[in-house]
């Protein structure tokens, strides 16, 4: 039975937990499934996340055991180190694509459907922003017998050009604050939305890279 966010919301840290495993087996996949040290550099990225955070390993570990019991991670055994995938698809109910936006939407706050595309690019490549609106009223108009919407388009805030929308995984949200909210940067998007992917895939490839070495001195003894 798909995963109904109506009935258990996700905690902020859940949430986070769970889009970070979604973005990196999409953007790291040599490094996938991760240890529980890749997922907090991943959760506590400084870039492409909205609000920022830093989570200590035992509520990562707390989050990645309660996903778990939702059947929306599962942890691999074998290594020296215990590694987590994410099941968001089957444990949802929702296509790959459709995941893609619900993974940013948790890892970046809310978003309009063009800055979604921009920052989809090395999750899924979506043909133009109309596929992505497509997507997002497919998740806004989810019927209750699959669990509900998963997202919900926000009222444009004054001087806006689009609206942004929001996930529901954690719960109802308050769409008139959040419409008011001033937006991120969101990681640079636009023009400058290829730089951005760089330097996020450098620092996804870094914080991988400090994981690792951080298992390694753990194995010696260091």
């Not at 990196?24 to 550099?41: E, H, W």
């Not at 133009?128 to 017998?145: G, K, N």
């Amino acid at each position: 039975m798909p995963f109904a966010p109506a009935s258990r919301p996700l905690s902020a840290i859940e949430a986070r937990v769970l889009g970070t495993l979604m973005e990196k087996a999409r953007t790291v996949p040599d490094s996938y499934p991760l240890t529980l040290n890749s997922v907090v550099g991943g959760c506590n990225q400084k870039t492409a996340r909205e609000p920022a955070m830093e989570i200590g390993a035992a509520e990562a570990q707390e989050a990645l055991d309660e996903l778990r019991r939702l059947t929306l991670v599962f942890e691999s055994s074998g290594g020296r180190a215990a590694r987590y995938e994410h099941n968001a698809e089957r444990g949802i109910g929702i296509p790959g694509a459709a995941a893609a936006l619900i993974g940013l939407l948790m890892l970046r706050g809310p978003q309009t459907a063009g800055e979604l595309r921009i920052h989809a690019e090395r999750w899924h490549r979506f043909a133009d922003i109309s596929s992505v609106e497509a997507f997002l009223d497919e998740l806004a108009e989810r019927s209750e017998d699959k669990g509900g919407p998963l997202v919900v388009r926000l009222p444009r805030a004054p001087g806006a050009r689009e609206a942004r929308w929001a996930h529901l995984l954690c719960g109802p949200v308050d769409a008139q604050a959040l419409s008011a909210a001033p937006a991120s940067d969101g990681g640079h998007a636009g023009a400058s939305g290829g730089l951005a992917a760089r330097l996020e895939a450098l620092e996804a490839e870094f914080a991988a890279l400090r994981a690792e070495v951080a298992e390694l001195r753990a194995g010696c003894g260091a």
